[in-house]
């Protein structure tokens, strides 16, 4: 199969109406509009009826950045799970360096995950997740450049002074945490300026989606494995954020389970241990009900 790779901002031939379904599994947890999760080894790639695909891994961060968004645009899609300690030799032809996230739709293909949340955001339709106002849009593209010093520095700090970018330690310098704490200063004045109670005003947006997978975890790990608690952050602001974000459907569907999660990085000691170790989706997500052909 052909699929043409796109620049970040092309555009979809057409623009997508998708109906608003919202349903709840047997736990009265929240599904995906869709209810299409699949394993990459019973995926057949192709399928018209899949529409809008995301080639995922569950537990990555920046994967989770365009699950969101395509929660919170409440659009109909298939996410296929990539094993990526394991990853399916078809899967380069779709990205061919061979990472997660990646989005394709009627031959199209588009990687990153910033980028990817963009394209979605211009070319479907859904609850709008940009800003309006051109100063707050601004703002909000301020954050999303952001993003990647925001995790860097809570990498830093959570990997302490006894392990590694990624890895997962302990007693984190007095310049880790500096440095991670100097990093949320776009996002303190976010909430300064409009007033909560996400990062740019009264409703979510792509800069929640880019900042929120990372401070989420970072917010579970530090005070287990550190002391430190990031909630505190920003005068208690972060935590009141957390709190708003973990409380969305879209949050709610594409978090990981709290205890399992913690439970692999006790073990892993790692914060990217899915690329090391085959991790299928209800594993950590067991509110997920995977499809098989």
């Known amino acids: 199969m052909n699929a043409k790779v ?12 998708s109906p ?14 869709s209810g299409r999760y699949i394993e990459a080894s019973d995926y057949v790639r192709g399928r018209q ?20 968004a395509l929660e919170e645009k409440e659009l109909e899609y298939t996410l296929v799970q990539i094993d990526l300690a394991n990853k399916p030799s078809w899967y380069r032809s779709v990205n061919p360096r061979g990472l997660v996230p990646a989005v394709e739709y009627d031959g199209t293909v588009v990687t990153e995950s910033d980028e990817i949340c963009q394209w979605i955001e211009e070319n479907f339709d859904g609850p709008q997740l940009t800003p309006s106002d051109k100063d707050a849009r601004e703002f909000a593209e301020n954050i999303i450049r952001q993003a990647g010093p ?3 520095a809570g990498l830093g700090l959570l990997g302490g002074s006894t392990s590694h970018m990624w890895g997962v330690g302990s007693s984190p310098t007095d310049a880790q945490i500096s440095a991670f704490e100097s990093s949320l200063n776009v996002i303190e004045e976010g909430f300064d300026r409009f007033g ?20 989420e975890r970072f917010a579970l790990a530090f005070p287990e494995f550190s002391g430190y608690d990031p909630r505190e952050c920003c005068n208690g602001k972060l935590g009141a954020w957390l709190d708003t974000m973990q ?18 990085l006790r073990s892993h000691k790692s914060l990217d241990f899915f690329d090391y170790v085959t991790y299928p989706i209800s594993r950590l997500h067991p509110h997920i009900s995977v499809t098989s052909f």
């Open 6 to 17: 796109v620049s970040p901002l092309a555009r979809c031939p057409i623009k997508i109406r």
């Open 196 to 215: 909560g109670p996400y990062l740019v005003g009264n409703k979510v947006t792509l800069a929640d989606i880019s900042i929120f997978p990372f401070i």
């Open 150 to 152: 925001v995790s860097h």
């Open 247 to 264: 409380n969305q459907k879209a949050s709610q569907v594409t978090m990981a389970n709290r205890d399992l999660l913690l439970d692999a």
């Open 49 to 68: 009826e899949d529409g809008l695909v995301l080639y995922s891994h569950t537990v990555c961060p920046y994967a989770q950045r365009v699950w969101l």
């Open 20 to 33: 608003r379904l919202r349903t709840t599994s047997r736990n009265n947890a929240p599904k995906l509009s």
